[in-house]
């Protein structure tokens, strides 16, 4: 579902990790519980007075202009010093990203260290945005630092927020001023096409693909407008079936702070999941998975997207008999998270398998589609349970009265439990598991509630 997203910037250690964690509440954990599955999560849910809107932290997206040499790149045991040279293209990149693709900013400063020289760089490319852009001075705990964040007017950006994140002070008031920001859009006409979304790094072959698609002669091409800010999607039919191509517009769109870099794909890719029935995650070969390639297929975990990987360049790979096996399973392993995902090699370039990508994506649109019987599903549950007994927390045992699959886009399973914080999240995955092996659900995350029998909301999990 789309949402308007609201983009936290700012220098390092000014607190944005700490102000996100704050405003998605510590109901959502940074790290998955289960083995193998961590995700840096820099985006979540938020809501505030009845509005939803989505939290992005910049800070957790890789953002390196071709001017940052490699010499000094930052590096986990060798941070970057924020009065180093390197360190101003990293932070102008950042504020441009949040221009280019979000709906409102949260500039946040430290009040307790005061107005420095990156903060003023920042701030220089906010005020020539026409978004909305809100000053917060953090770590402002004591009245003598609040009163200190005045300084900060001098940047000419408005208002200043004095808050602090850590506890909580002033965030109330800074969102209600937020929301009274944020955009609404008219609802949607309904579209019976399956939507699309190619997404993925920059320079990946996002257009060379989508040059690809459009060319094939069962295509029929024709631009239609989109609903995203200066967004064109892209109507096409493949044997019969109406296709929306989302966000082409962004796609072909070249960078503006260096030559031919989409410096804010991250933030696009997730306007255009949030729109998307199946998104087409383009993996480059040549450089593997990387962090931001698994960033992007969280946005899709957490979207409840299909998804179909394309590892493309595939003809710049030297290749032998077991090249695509070894390849395949270091996909699997990158994206553990996501183990039920189909993978493509292509070559956009070449046009190698690309005949296969629409085919696939409507294979995992109809999975998303699917709704199992409620007497097999229940009768697939009981089996799973004799097979493996549900786990018990002192000398309390989980037990599943009835399940039932409410919804679909993504497949949701509703369990009636006695109780639902006795769910282990290794037998959780056991029941998903389960599931798949009867009904593949290809490409499509699924979503498993559980609610005590009784109760219809109080107590989901």
């Known amino acids: 579902m789309r949402q308007p997203i609201v983009a936290l910037v700012g220098r390092p250690n000014v607190g944005k990790s700490t102000l996100f964690n704050r405003l998605v509440g510590r109901r959502l954990a940074v790290v998955d519980d289960r083995p193998g599955t961590t995700r840096d999560r820099i985006q979540a849910t938020c809501e505030w007075d009845g509005i939803h809107f989505?939290?992005?932290?910049?800070?957790?997206?890789?953002?390196?202009?071709?001017?940052?040499?490699?010499?000094?790149?930052?590096?986990?045991?060798?941070?970057?010093?924020?009065?180093?040279?390197?360190?101003?293209?990293?932070?102008?990149?950042?504020?441009?990203?949040?221009?280019?693709?979000?709906?409102?900013?949260?500039f946040l400063t430290d009040a307790a260290a005061g107005l420095t020289p990156a903060d003023e760089e920042v701030a220089d490319i906010l005020r020539r945005s026409e978004k909305p852009v809100f000053l917060a001075a953090n770590k402002a705990e004591s009245p003598r630092v609040r009163e200190q964040a005045v300084e900060f007017y001098a940047l000419g950006l408005g208002e200043v927020h004095p808050i602090s994140a850590l506890h909580g002070i002033g965030v109330a008031d800074l969102l209600d001023k937020v929301v009274?920001?944020?955009?609404?859009?008219?609802?949607?006409?309904?579209?019976?096409?399956?939507?699309?979304?190619?997404?993925?790094?920059?320079?990946?072959?996002?257009?060379?693909?989508?040059?690809?698609?459009?060319?094939?002669?069962?295509?029929?091409?024709?631009?239609?407008p989109g609903t995203t800010r200066d967004a064109i999607d892209t109507r096409m039919e493949w044997q019969g079936t109406p296709i929306t191509?989302?966000?082409?517009?962004?796609?072909?769109?070249?960078?503006?702070?260096?030559?031919?870099?989409?410096?804010?794909?991250?933030?696009?890719?997730?306007?255009?999941?949030?729109r998307a029935d199946v998104a087409l995650l383009m993996i480059d070969a040549t450089e593997g998975v990387t962090a931001q390639d698994t960033h992007v297929a969280s946005f899709v975990l957490d979207e409840g997207c299909g998804v179909v990987v394309l590892v493309n360049k595939w003809d710049a790979i030297e290749k032998d008999t077991y090249t695509m096996q070894e390849y395949t399973l270091h996909v699997r392993e990158a994206l553990k998270f996501m183990d039920y995902v189909p993978v493509l090699f292509i070559s956009a370039l070449t046009g190698k398998r690309v005949d296969k990508v629409i085919p696939t994506a409507l294979e995992v649109h109809e999975?998303?589609?699917?709704?199992?019987?409620?007497?097999?599903?229940?009768?697939?549950?009981?089996?799973?349970?004799?097979?493996?007994?549900?786990?018990?927390?002192?000398?309390?045992?989980?037990?599943?009265?009835?399940?039932?699959?409410?919804?679909?886009?993504?497949?949701?399973?509703?369990?009636?439990?006695?109780?639902?914080?006795?769910?282990?999240?290794?037998?959780?995955?056991?029941?998903?598991?389960?599931i798949r092996e009867h009904y593949p659900f290809v490409g499509t995350p699924l979503r498993l509630i559980f609610r005590e029998r009784g109760k219809k909301r109080k107590k989901d999990r």
Do not use: C
């Open 180 to 224: 009274q920001a944020l955009p609404t859009w008219e609802t949607e006409p309904e579209d019976e096409s399956v939507k699309l979304a190619i997404v993925g790094r920059p320079n990946v072959g996002k257009s060379s693909l989508l040059n690809r698609l459009l060319g094939e002669e069962r295509a029929i091409v024709s631009p239609v």
């Open 245 to 274: 191509l989302i966000d082409t517009a962004g796609i072909r769109r070249r960078g503006r702070i260096q030559p031919g870099v989409e410096k804010w794909s991250v933030l696009r890719a997730l306007r255009a999941i949030q």
């Open 54 to 106: 989505t939290v992005v932290d910049t800070g957790g997206i890789e953002v390196l202009p071709e001017k940052v040499e490699t010499g000094i790149r930052p590096a986990p045991d060798r941070p970057l010093a924020e009065d180093s040279a390197a360190f101003i293209p990293l932070i102008r990149a950042q504020a441009e990203m949040a221009i280019a693709e979000a709906d409102v900013v949260i």
């Open 367 to 434: 999975a998303r589609q699917h709704r199992i019987p409620t007497g097999e599903l229940n009768r697939l549950i009981q089996d799973a349970v004799a097979r493996h007994a549900p786990p018990s927390k002192r000398g309390k045992r989980l037990k599943i009265y009835f399940v039932s699959q409410p919804e679909v886009a993504p497949p949701t399973f509703v369990f009636h439990v006695n109780d639902p914080d006795l769910v282990h999240f290794s037998y959780e995955r056991y029941l998903e598991n389960r």
